[in-house]
């Protein structure tokens, strides 16, 4: 499975970004996909996870601020952004998770797109 993510970028506060991430190499919709995201200096951490039947999980700390979404048909899975804040500024990571079942963690994912930079400025 390759995994190309985009759609990163710099917004000031209270601003809106889109993240796409397309996949390839794989039937796309028989796997779920996740985001993830780390800040300099920290570990990369849980944002958003939607299953192959769409169900979405989301951290703490973007609910009801972020929307994960996919498009089957594109083979690409989307993060919409919204409110956001200076603490959301890292490089985003869309990856493909092992198992249906663990999703969390880093570790439980077994391939990475190449991350996108989104910067908020207050």
């Known amino acids: 499975v390759q995994l190309q993510a985009s759609g990163g970028g710099s917004v000031q506060a209270g601003g809106s970004l889109r993240l796409s991430c397309t996949a390839s190499g794989r039937t796309f919709n028989s796997y779920a996909m996740g985001w993830f995201r780390q800040a300099p200096g920290k570990e990369r951490e849980f944002v958003a996870h939607i299953s192959w039947t769409g169900k979405r999980t989301y951290a703490d700390s973007v609910k009801g601020r972020f929307t994960v979404s996919r498009d089957n048909a594109k083979a690409t899975v989307y993060l919409q952004m919204n409110s956001l804040k200076p603490e959301d500024t890292a490089v985003y990571y869309c990856?493909?998770?092992?198992?249906?079942?663990?999703?969390?963690?880093?570790?439980?994912?077994?391939?990475w797109g190449q991350g996108t930079q989104v910067t908020v400025s207050s």
């Open positions: 990856g493909v998770p092992r198992t249906a079942t663990q999703y969390a963690r880093p570790d439980d994912y077994a391939y």
